[in-house]
């Protein structure tokens, strides 16, 4: 049976409010943690139950919170095949493959890449209470590559703080169609909602609800009438690269969803989109991390097929050399 964990303090020094006081002492809580934890009356006060997270503290006030014993999820854990890039107590980064959901939604209650992750990691510390991983970002279900989970809650907090300061980098890989004129750029264009279609996204100013997006791309290969090109994502909002490169009037081949289908002898699963490279910094060793997720079969059978009818030679695949 898990038992609450008790933690006692006392202030000292300057004084402070409650919830700020708590999360500095406890650097493995996150602020919002630390408030649940306050609302649900787990903090006292010198023996009284305190509820209000501004409360402002006295040199000398003793503290005591209580931890309840993590929580497990109403999730049944799945024995899903993972490919794993990198993985310690803190952190796990796979190659997600096409057609795999991230996370439970309607219509995907079961079979994602949380119920694999709770198959293969029975013993996570849990996030907000609960015991399940941290998903720092998403793919969408179509598009591969590196992912990365937090296994504890500093790790998932410290890991979006870093997407948040733009210090996190991810970049990804996209075959679309024709040729951009000039070899590189940048599209700063907002995405929101689609009005006439919930399921998409668009460009939409920020005064009418869009967020502001910034998509880094560079060509890496002319294709005919195709090309290979590089992406870098300055901010993370749902389906941005597939929006931005509809945007420039070169959507990426196999998107059904923001551009016409049209066959080209490969049989895609979806967007030809792959999240090639991802490198952060590690929540806790403070170490820089850099994980290559190679391209899946799929993708690189499309280059092969693209640079045959080009009379192009084709090249192993499995590396891509990409200029930082």
Same mark, same amino acid.
């Given at each position: 049976?898990?038992?609450?964990?008790?933690?006692?303090?006392?202030?000292?020094?300057?004084?402070?409010?409650?919830?700020?006081?708590?999360?500095?002492?406890?650097?493995?809580?996150?602020?919002?943690?630390?408030?649940?934890?306050?609302?649900?009356?787990?903090?006292?006060?010198?023996?009284?139950?305190?509820?209000?997270?501004?409360?402002?503290?006295?040199?000398?006030?003793?503290?005591?919170?209580?931890?309840?014993?993590?929580?497990?999820?109403?999730?049944?854990?799945?024995?899903?095949?993972?490919?794993?890039?990198?993985?310690?107590?803190?952190?796990?980064?796979?190659?997600?493959?096409?057609?795999? @959901? =991230? %996370?439970?939604? /309607?219509?995907? *209650?079961? $079979? !994602?890449?949380?119920?694999? #992750?709770?198959? &293969?990691?029975?013993?996570?510390?849990?996030?907000?209470?609960?015991?399940?991983?941290?998903?720092?970002?998403?793919?969408?279900?179509?598009?591969?590559?590196?992912?990365?989970?937090?296994?504890?809650?500093?790790?998932?907090?410290?890991?979006?703080?870093?997407?948040?300061?733009?210090?996190?980098?991810?970049?990804?890989?996209? @075959? =679309? %169609?024709?040729? /951009?004129?000039? *070899?590189? $750029? !940048?599209?700063?264009?907002? #995405?929101?909602? &689609?009005?006439?279609?919930?399921?998409?996204?668009?460009?939409?100013?920020?005064?009418?609800?869009?967020?502001?997006?910034?998509?880094?791309?560079?060509?890496?290969?002319?294709?005919?009438?195709?090309?290979?090109?590089?992406?870098?994502?300055?901010?993370?909002?749902?389906?941005?690269?597939?929006?931005?490169?509809?945007?420039?009037?070169?959507?990426?081949?196999?998107?059904?969803?923001?551009?016409?289908?049209?066959?080209?002898?490969?049989?895609?699963?979806?967007?030809?989109?792959?999240?090639?490279?991802?490198?952060?910094?590690?929540?806790?060793?403070?170490?820089?991390?850099?994980?290559?997720?190679?391209?899946?079969?799929?993708?690189?059978?499309?280059?092969?097929?693209?640079?045959?009818?080009?009379?192009?030679?084709?090249?192993?695949?499995?590396?891509?050399?990409?200029?930082?």
């Amino acid at each position: 049976m898990n038992l609450p964990e008790i933690i006692h303090l006392q202030v000292e020094g300057k004084t402070d409010r409650l919830d700020r006081y708590l999360s500095a002492q406890l650097p493995a809580l996150s602020r919002s943690r630390v408030q649940k934890l306050i609302e649900q009356g787990q903090v006292q006060i010198d023996g009284e139950v305190c509820r209000v997270k501004k409360t402002s503290l006295q040199p000398g006030d003793r503290i005591t919170l209580i931890i309840p014993p993590v929580q497990p999820v109403d999730l049944i854990p799945e024995d899903i095949p993972l490919d794993i890039l990198y993985e310690d107590e803190d952190l796990l980064i796979v190659n997600k493959p096409a057609g795999l @959901v =991230v %996370h439970p939604a /309607p219509g995907h *209650e079961t $079979g !994602t890449l949380v119920h694999a #992750i709770l198959a &293969h990691c029975p013993n996570l510390k849990g996030i907000g209470g609960e015991q399940r991983p941290g998903i720092v970002h998403r793919l969408d279900k179509d598009t591969t590559g590196a992912l990365a989970i937090a296994k504890t809650e500093t790790a998932l907090y410290h890991l979006q703080d870093q997407l948040k300061q733009k210090t996190a980098r991810r970049d990804y890989l996209g @075959v =679309v %169609h024709g040729c /951009p004129s000039s *070899e590189k $750029g !940048t599209v700063d264009q907002p #995405i929101g909602r &689609h009005r006439g279609d919930r399921k998409k996204m668009a460009i939409v100013p920020v005064e009418k609800g869009g967020r502001p997006s910034i998509t880094h791309w560079q060509i890496q290969e002319r294709l005919g009438n195709h090309t290979l090109i590089h992406f870098q994502l300055e901010t993370g909002r749902t389906h941005q690269i597939r929006v931005h490169s509809t945007f420039l009037g070169h959507p990426l081949v196999g998107d059904l969803t923001y551009s016409r289908g049209r066959s080209l002898g490969v049989n895609l699963p979806g967007q030809a989109l792959h999240a090639w490279r991802l490198r952060l910094q590690h929540p806790t060793k403070k170490e820089w991390i850099e994980t290559i997720a190679p391209p899946p079969p799929e993708f690189t059978k499309l280059l092969q097929v693209l640079r045959l009818r080009r009379g192009f030679p084709v090249r192993n695949q499995t590396h891509v050399d990409i200029r930082r």
